[in-house]
Structure formats: C-alpha cells, structure tokens
C-alpha cells in the first residue's frame, strides 16, 4: 500500500504499468544510452502524460512499455507480469490482448467498414468473431461512432479516423492503452476533442498513457512524466486544469462537431 492509500485510509490502485530501473543502449559506434535508470509506475484507472523533445527517450520507453523492444537492464511489467519472463509467442499474445495501441497515423484499412476495422483488431487475441463483432460495436459506441459502423475510413473526417482507431485500442478490454502522439495529425479543435475523448475515457477506468512533444497537452494531463536525455527529470500530478475542467457537463462521451 502506498503512503496516500495508507493516508487515507483505503488502498491504492494496483499497478498496471511497472518500469523498474529501466535503461535502453543501442550498439552503434559510439554506443548510444537511450534510457538510463527510468523507474516509475502508471496506476489502474490513471491518464498521464510522457513529454519529452526529440531525442529524449520517449520513443524508446514507448517500445519498451509497448512489449515492442527489450530494455537492456531493469524490468518491465504489465499488469503484474514480467515481459522478460515470457517467450515470443507469450510476449505477442499479452500485447494483443492487454495493451491498446493509438498512433498518430491511423493505420485504418480503407477498404473495409469501421466496425470490420475495429473487429479485425482482436483477430489475434483469442477472441471469437461474434464476441469480437460485439466488443467493437460497443468500442464503437464508446467513441460516439456507433451509427457509424458501416461507413469507411474515407468517408470520416481526420478526427473521426482517430476516434476509430482509438475505438480499436478499446476493443479488446486492454489492461492499458498506449496513444504516440494521437492529435499530431488533427488540427488544433480536433485535437482537443481527441483529448477531451481520452479524458472521458479515463473517467470510465480505462488507463491510458499518452507520449507527447507538447508540453501544453501534457500540461492538460491529470500527470505529466517528464523525459530528458533519457532521465525523468520531473513526475507532477494535478498542476494541470484537466480536459473535463475546460468541457460543460454532459454526458461522459462526448462527439464535438467536427468538419467532414
């Protein structure tokens, strides 16, 4: 139990997301250190932010966290387990089903209708079709796009794109949903009802973690990690006004109107 939950009187979350003394070198010549001894841990139900420039580090931790690379010391664990105790096939099958990914570029088949897009996101975690086609209509509807389903990528705007993909990430029920730079592509409206999504999102228990360059978007974040020449060099909580501060109240997922 943590000091707060001791403090208070109740529990505190369980981890969902540990990097234990983490750090990343890549053999060139000369080597070059990534990351170097980054600790820290993300909390079931928690949204924060990892800012960093270019070269900081986050990128490398986003593989790392995403089961996608190998730290070179240190551990990484997803809600509970271990990466490094796992094979190949176990690492694959715990990123397919318990961790979401969102990526600046939507990486949505044009060709086939969003509920088939978001269906074809649980292909490889086990999941059967009529279960999968279930959980994506209900993604879907998480989204606000559930009157959508039938409609393809190239009849959406570019922040309708996103909520797709995001309703992908959402599908599988994952343990923690990971989002690179997820308004990068949106101009600045669209891009705060991405946030304003995520937010709400939260406020339903999703845990999410958001890499960003943006200081102003991560400032937004209910916690904000900060990397730096592959340190943390600061870990805030509530500074920031939050997304759901800014939006009147309504119901929790919210559809801003957006140009087509």
Same mark, same amino acid.
Do not use: C, W
């Given at each position: ?126 999941? !059967?079709?009529? $279960? /999968?086609? @279930? ?6 509807? #998480? ?5 959508? +389903? =039938? ?68 400032? !937004?974040?209910? $916690? /904000?990690? @900060? ?6 060099? #600061? ?5 920031? +006004? =939050? ?18």
């Amino acid at each position: 139990m943590s000091i707060d939950g001791i403090a208070n009187g109740i529990p505190a979350a369980p981890a969902v997301l540990e990097v234990d003394s983490v750090t990343k070198t890549y053999p060139s010549q000369p080597p070059v250190m990534a990351l170097r001894g980054v600790s820290f841990t993300v909390a079931r139900g928690e949204l924060a932010a990892i800012v960093g420039p270019s070269g900081s580090g986050k990128t490398t931790l986003l593989h790392l966290m995403g089961t996608l690379d190998k730290p070179t010391s240190g551990t990484v664990r997803i809600a509970g387990t271990d990466v490094a105790e796992l094979t190949d096939r176990e690492v694959a099958f715990l990123r397919a089903s318990r961790i979401g990914f969102v990526f600046q570029q939507f990486f949505l088949a044009e060709h086939k209708s969003l509920l088939d897009n978001v269906t074809d996101g649980l292909m490889y975690a086990g999941v !059967r079709l009529a $279960r /999968r086609r @279930e959980l994506a209509l209900d993604a879907l509807s #998480a989204v606000g796009l559930a009157g959508r +389903a =039938g409609a393809r990528p190239t009849q959406l705007s570019g922040g309708q794109r996103q909520r797709v993909a995001i309703a992908r990430a959402l599908a599988g029920e994952p343990a923690i949903i990971l989002a690179d730079e997820p308004t990068g592509n949106l101009d600045q409206s669209t891009g705060q009802s991405i946030l304003a999504l995520f937010e709400a999102l939260q406020q339903r228990g999703s845990t999410i973690v958001l890499i960003t360059h943006d200081i102003s978007i991560a400032r !937004r974040m209910p $916690r /904000r990690i @900060e990397v730096l020449d592959g340190r943390i060099v #600061a870990d805030t909580r509530g500074e920031g +006004a =939050g997304v759901a501060d800014s939006l009147a109240a309504g119901p929790p997922i919210v559809q801003p109107a957006e140009h087509p």
